[in-house]
């Protein structure tokens, strides 16, 4: 049973193919029931892991893993049809990199830096700006899309000095990194 929240992080880590072989296939509706399951998948593994204490640390590896990939992926094929200027992508996949970066510095120190409310006032802003495109993409509706994700930008950038004057800036009495 502790492997749960595992096996449903590498789930998401193949919906990530699913997704762009669909979106290729400009199965742009499927692509949403794929995206939605994967977020779904996504809020099912944490809770499951959180409640049941069963993190682990390929789960700690995996989960962040695939959401980043999945964000990025759908991100690129929303970029390659012309539903999102370059910046978005640029901007969310150097945000990532330098997260990528930072928490294997962190995590190599054995500090682990959690996701908190702010981080998931921003993935659920960038979901719900995803799934506002493909009902754009699809139906043509809801254009404004775009000022969802300027929104989640802003907020993932304020979640990314966040994490660091959470992590950085708070010491213990012995000058070490607190642990978040």
Same mark, same amino acid.
């Given at each position: 049973?502790?492997?749960?929240?595992?096996?449903?992080?590498?789930?998401?880590?193949?919906?990530?193919?699913?997704?762009?072989?669909?979106?290729?296939?400009?199965?742009?509706?499927?692509?949403?029931?794929?995206?939605?399951?994967?977020?779904?998948?996504?809020?099912?593994?944490?809770?499951?892991?959180?409640?049941?204490?069963?993190?682990?640390?390929?789960?700690?590896?995996?989960?962040?893993?695939?959401?980043?990939?999945?964000?990025?992926?759908?991100?690129?094929?929303?970029?390659?049809?012309?539903?999102?200027?370059? #910046?978005? /992508?640029? &901007?969310? !996949? @150097?945000?990532?990199?330098?997260?990528?970066?930072?928490?294997?510095?962190?995590?190599? $120190? +054995?500090?682990?830096?959690?996701?908190?409310?702010?981080?998931?006032?921003?993935?659920?802003?960038?979901?719900?700006?995803?799934?506002?495109?493909?009902?754009?993409?699809?139906?043509?509706?809801?254009?404004?899309?775009?000022?969802? #994700?300027? /929104?989640? &930008?802003? !907020? @993932?950038?304020?979640?990314?000095?966040?994490?660091?004057?959470?992590?950085?800036?708070? $010491? +213990?009495?012995?000058?070490?990194?607190?642990?978040?």
């Amino acid at each position: 049973m502790k492997h749960i929240p595992n096996i449903l992080s590498v789930f998401r880590l193949i919906l990530v193919g699913v997704f762009i072989f669909l979106f290729v296939k400009e199965q742009y509706l499927w692509c949403m029931i794929v995206y939605i399951t994967a977020f779904g998948t996504d809020v099912l593994d944490g809770y499951l892991a959180r409640r049941n204490n069963w993190i682990t640390n390929a789960g700690k590896v995996l989960d962040p893993l695939a959401d980043k990939l999945m964000l990025i992926a759908v991100l690129s094929c929303f970029y390659a049809v012309g539903e999102i200027p370059l #910046y978005v /992508l640029l &901007i969310i !996949v @150097a945000k990532d990199v330098i997260m990528i970066v930072i928490g294997a510095f962190l995590y190599s $120190k +054995k500090v682990v830096v959690y996701a908190d409310w702010f981080g998931k006032i921003a993935t659920g802003l960038f979901c719900a700006a995803i799934i506002l495109t493909f009902l754009h993409l699809i139906w043509g509706i809801f254009g404004f899309h775009l000022y969802v #994700y300027l /929104l989640a &930008i802003a !907020v @993932a950038v304020g979640s990314f000095f966040h994490y660091g004057i959470k992590t950085f800036i708070r $010491k +213990k009495g012995n000058g070490r990194i607190e642990e978040s």
